[in-house]
């Protein structure tokens, strides 16, 4: 069951934020809403506004302009704090406290929301065993791995019980068994009904885990939509992908055989990628490849991503 | 702006981190001012008649206490605190929930002032024991010390949120907590130096916290010592103001 938070079932309504560092406008005229029980996904590369957004929505950064409402309350300094008592943030970095141990960091935070001391134990309690640290319950944290880190993170951004969880990279830096064990845990939560907000570098984590997404680049929206309408308006069913050799007549000769086929060709160094539609093409295609090396599989979100935000390195 | 409840769970949320290092604690904030006793108050002391009347150790032993609550605060809120905003993302931590800036700055300057009474505590034993306190008025300089380090938890604090590493501090020890230690009147009266010095003396905290102290310690409590109690406490008001706009600026952005 999804709890209805606020009178028309939003919990993040933003519309016409806008964002500048000096001259530099970071986030430009972006408009969404998460609806209670959703998990909405923002992609997007470095510098594309992810996590400025993010910050707005967190109260860690005031709007230049638009109208932001979260958890049903308008983005004010003096509802800054209500509005925090209803948000569970885990961020990028780890914040834990290392001098604590695992028990300990969490009722301690729990005291932050006014969680009376025996609820905060109990509270504590489910949520080590929901991470999974219960073998390291009175542990310090300089002896947990990365992966336990971040689920204490998540547990920590629990304990309020949040109208939304708001997570920026949960799993970046963790190795493959860690990621899994921590998407298992953001489904879980998303089983019971638990907003989300999150942002990821990690298209498999954006295709798992999220139920919209809203691609950003240069501070704007670019797309938003479920995985597979995205992957079915920006690049079509299929993609071959062929690696052409390092020879600059091969490569004009490959894309002029293309050209004005039923197809969008990406180029990206040495790679071509042909996104298709249907079987549209095929023969013609199929002449265009004789030769050559190539893979030809499903349409995926990275395929979105890079057509949407380009193939060249952001740094 | 104003701090809240938060303050206080931030205050445990410091004891609960330190308590595993209280040994550390009793060894730094009894090792300086035991010290110095031993050095300054018998070693040069001998060679020092008396100073308005009484040895120079008991002219001494309060100076060391007031410089025990500045120090104890002073560290806290600077290498600790620097530690808490940066190294170890606490601020943003707590940011993420209820807590406002106001809190972390009040909580944190509380805790830098805990830790001064404490300090304090520990050394009145020491100097009582060896006859240099005699009053029981001497009681009071816990509270003073509590004052005493509200004032320099925040003044740590406007020196935290201003600095760019650990090596920053450099700067305000040398420059500040040390300029105060010799020139506040812990070691000779201020009396005794030319009259732009002791104007001059009048604006460094500590000169008011050894006011405070050496009257105590003398059994001299008067409503005069209002004055640099009310100096302390505006002074502490205002590097609040200070601070809490400074770690803003610094985390909210």
Request: proline fraction near 4%; hydrophobic fraction near 50%; charged fraction near 20%.
């Amino acid at each position: 069951m999804i709890a209805r938070v606020t009178a028309n079932g939003l919990v993040v309504e933003a519309r016409g934020l806008a964002k500048s560092y000096g001259a530099r406008r970071v986030v430009d005229d972006v408009s969404f809403e998460v609806a209670a029980g959703e998990c909405v996904g923002l992609l997007g590369p470095n510098g594309a506004g992810k996590t400025t957004t993010i910050k707005m929505v967190t109260c860690f950064l005031p709007p230049d302009a638009g109208a932001l409402r979260v958890a049903g309350l308008p983005m004010e300094p003096r509802h800054h704090r209500a509005i925090k008592r209803r948000l569970g943030i885990v961020h990028q970095e780890d914040s834990l406290d290392p001098d604590l141990s695992v028990e300990k960091n969490l009722t301690i935070y729990a005291s932050y929301f006014d969680v009376p001391a025996a609820a905060a134990r109990r509270r504590a309690a489910e949520l080590i065993d929901f991470a999974a640290l219960a073998e390291h319950r009175r542990s310090r944290i300089r002896t947990l791995s990365g992966g336990m880190k971040r689920r204490l993170m998540l547990a920590r951004a629990l304990l309020n019980d949040p109208a939304l969880l708001v997570l920026d990279e949960p799993t970046t830096g963790l190795d493959p068994q860690a990621r899994r064990l921590v998407w298992e845990r953001i489904r879980q939560l998303k089983t019971r009904g638990t907003t989300i907000l999150l942002t990821t570098h990690y298209m498999e984590e954006a295709a798992r885990l999220c139920d919209r997404l809203i691609i950003m680049d240069g501070g704007r929206i670019v797309a938003a939509g479920t995985t597979a309408e995205l992957i079915a308006r920006c690049v079509g069913d299929e993609v071959v992908e062929v690696r052409l050799a390092d020879d600059a007549d091969d490569h004009a000769r490959f894309v002029a055989a293309l050209a004005g086929g039923p197809w969008r060709v990406e180029r990206a160094g040495q790679m071509v990628y042909v996104q298709l539609r249907g079987g549209d093409g095929d023969e013609r295609l199929a002449r265009a490849l004789v030769g050559r090396e190539f893979t030809r599989r499903c349409a995926t979100l990275e395929d979105v991503f890079l057509t949407l935000t380009g193939h060249s390195l952001r740094d | 702006m104003v701090p809240t409840r938060g303050a206080l769970r931030i205050w445990r949320r410091d004891y609960e981190s330190w308590k595993r290092y209280a040994p550390a604690f009793v060894v730094s904030a009894l090792g300086g001012p035991v010290f110095y006793l031993v050095a300054i108050g018998w070693g040069v002391g001998r060679f020092v008649t008396d100073i308005g009347g009484v040895p120079y150790a008991v002219f001494l032993a309060p100076g060391l206490v007031a410089s025990a609550a500045m120090n104890s605060a002073s560290f806290e809120t600077t290498f600790g605190s620097y530690t808490r905003m940066s190294e170890q993302q606490t601020y943003r931590a707590l940011l993420a929930t209820p807590c406002s800036v106001a809190d972390i700055v009040a909580g944190d300057a509380l805790w830098g002032a805990s830790k001064s009474v404490l300090a304090v505590a520990l050394v009145l034993v020491i100097t009582a024991a060896l006859g240099l306190v005699t009053s029981w008025q001497a009681i009071l300089m816990l509270p003073v010390a509590f004052l005493v380090g509200l004032a320099f938890g925040m003044l740590g604090l406007v020196v935290t949120a201003l600095a760019s590493s650990y090596n920053s501090f450099e700067y305000y020890f040398t420059l500040g907590i040390q300029v105060m230690f010799v020139f506040s009147g812990v070691f000779f009266p201020l009396d005794s130096m030319p009259s732009w010095a002791q104007t001059a003396a009048w604006f460094l905290p500590l000169t008011h916290a050894v006011t405070l102290c050496r009257a105590l310690a003398a059994g001299a409590a008067s409503a005069a010592l209002l004055a640099p109690a009310a100096w302390l406490a505006v002074m502490t008001c205002a590097a609040f103001v200070l601070a809490e706009r400074l770690v803003r600026r610094r985390i909210l952005q």
